[in-house]
């Protein structure tokens, strides 16, 4: 069983930068591939990007390419999402969730685990 945790969500005005961390506890994210997900009020859940744990390879959606940035630390098995020039649009509930393949899937059904969400709130 794998647990996620998302931190580092909150308000911040348009053009600032926030920094998401989604830590793993239960097993090392060897072989899965890690998704963010946003979901605005309203809206369906909608994928930000994501990395494949062993390749490092990262995936981002045309809507954020640029100003988003996915990394890893191997060492605390942790996942970040770096978001540079931050807009109104960008508010939504930011979760993180895990796949046991090491395949980009941008369909939140795909993804086995899933954390609990932090706000992230972008004002104009």
């Known amino acids: 069983q794998v647990q996620l945790v998302e931190s580092g969500g909150g308000l911040v005005q348009a053009g600032g930068s926030l920094r998401l961390s989604c830590a793993a506890s239960?097993?090392?994210?060897?072989?899965?591939?890690i998704g963010w997900f946003r979901q605005a009020p309203g809206k369906e859940r909608e994928f930000v990007g994501g990395i494949s744990w062993s390749s490092g390879s990262t995936y981002y959606a045309d809507s954020v390419k640029g100003r988003f940035t996915i990394s890893r630390d191997n060492a605390k098995n942790t996942v970040y999402l770096q978001m540079n020039s931050l807009k109104p649009e960008d508010t939504a509930v930011y979760y993180c969730a895990a796949r046991r393949m090491a395949i980009v899937a941008d369909i939140a059904a795909r993804y086995d685990y899933w954390g609990q969400g932090t706000q992230v709130t972008v004002s104009s």
């Open positions: 239960g097993r090392t994210f060897s072989g899965y591939f």
